[in-house]
């Protein structure tokens, strides 16, 4: 009799199990999916996503900032002077980026005054042979045509442009007239902050 109670028991908690197991997985079944059909789909980059290094050339002030500051010496830039209309004027003869030696840490990105160079949001880099990305020409607009057929010069700019990464948003300069117009305070008369009153010591402490 008790092996016939067991049995019962046992196939009760079979059954038991059995519905919890459905349940989660009816419940997965509907739910929204979490996983991309990659490559026919595929994920848009985080804005300070960092890929491959990028550049606009006509926004190059040829200063030499990111060249001094990349640890790797992943960039190689030379330029000349030109004459032109009587006025001299520097010319960039070449501008490389070496990928493989490329950590991607973005502080050329990040110290750029004109935001000229920047980091583009390509992952998709796989190349066979090493060269391919070892002296990328960055003056050329269809410089990564070579690993990504659908490289944009364009569209990555406009991406770059979209994000804040490297770039102080400073607030907008109240008019000139509006700061005339204010009531002649004070603070108005004299601009010229005043002395901070000296700190007490301990020695003024203990004098007290
Ligand atoms: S991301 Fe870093 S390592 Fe790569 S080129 Fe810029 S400064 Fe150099
Ligand atoms: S820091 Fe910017 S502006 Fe200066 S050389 Fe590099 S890319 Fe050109």
Known sequence: MEKIFRK????????????IGMRVTIKNYFAPSVTLEYPIKKKKMAPNFRGMVDLKPEACVI???????????????????????????NEITKFTYNAELCCFCGLCDEICPT??????????VSVYDHNQVMNIDLMNENKYKHVDANYSLAAEIKINDLNTVGIIQKPPVAPVAAVAAAPAGPAA????????????????????
């Open 8 to 19: 019962i028991k046992n196939a009760y908690l079979g059954m038991i199990s059995l519905f």
């Open 63 to 89: 200063c030499y900032q990111c060249i001094k500051i990349c640890p790797v010496a992943a960039l190689d830039l030379t330029h000349k002077q030109m004459v032109a209309d009587g006025k001299k004027k």
């Open 115 to 124: 935001d000229a160079i920047f980091m583009n949001k390509m992952y998709e």
């Open 189 to 208: 008369v004299s601009p010229t902050p005043t002395p901070e009153a000296p700190k007490p010591t301990s020695t003024n402490k203990e004098t007290a």
